[in-house]
């Protein structure tokens, strides 16, 4: 049986799954350093710490990591044979202007391709800066963290106008 198409039709592949971006990739464990990221017991965090023990009765050497939940800051630690994979979270560090703060305390943020409100003003440190600034009615700029589908501001700065 043989399928024929004539100059009229159209092949039309339909979108099926996901075919967008991974949120994680795979690296060996061994190849893993202080200052990346990993997911440690499924939570995206910086390493802090390694710790590499000798090779037990089963072969293989043991990885234990020591690392901060980039969203919450809690201390994670998960250990993982030093031969296998693990994966790592894509973190994507971006730059906002600021334009002012959502009665529901959401940031209102542009840059050159648009418009985004769908991340809080973070508590702490950073969330009392960007309110300081904008009481202060200064130009700020704010660094958003992306990973694994969760944003959160991580830095605030004031921009001095040109």
């Known amino acids: 049986m043989s399928t024929t198409f004539t100059e009229d039709e159209e092949f039309v592949i339909e979108a099926a799954g996901n075919a967008g971006a991974s949120l994680t990739y795979p690296s060996q464990a061994s190849a893993l350093r202080k200052?990346?990221?990993?997911?440690?017991?499924?939570?995206?965090?910086?390493?802090?710490?390694?710790?590499?023990?000798?090779?037990?009765?089963?072969?293989?050497?043991k990885c234990t990591f020591r690392g901060k939940d980039i969203f919450t800051g809690a201390m994670v630690e998960d250990s993982h044979p030093s031969s296998h994979n693990m994966e790592v979270p894509v973190v994507k560090k971006t730059e906002y202007d600021l334009s002012h703060i959502s009665r529901d305390g959401f940031l209102c943020l542009f840059d050159g391709e648009g418009e985004k409100q769908d991340v809080r003003v973070?508590?702490?440190?950073?969330?009392e800066r960007i309110k300081m600034y904008l009481k202060e009615e200064k130009i700020v700029s704010v660094t958003i963290q992306a990973a694994m589908g969760q944003e959160i501001a991580v830095d605030a700065k004031a921009v001095s106008e040109d």
Do not use: F, Q
């Open 122 to 127: 973070p508590e702490g440190e950073v969330g």
């Open 35 to 61: 200052g990346g990221y990993a997911l440690l017991k499924s939570k995206p965090c910086k390493i802090l710490e390694i710790s590499t023990a000798k090779p037990g009765k089963h072969g293989h050497a």
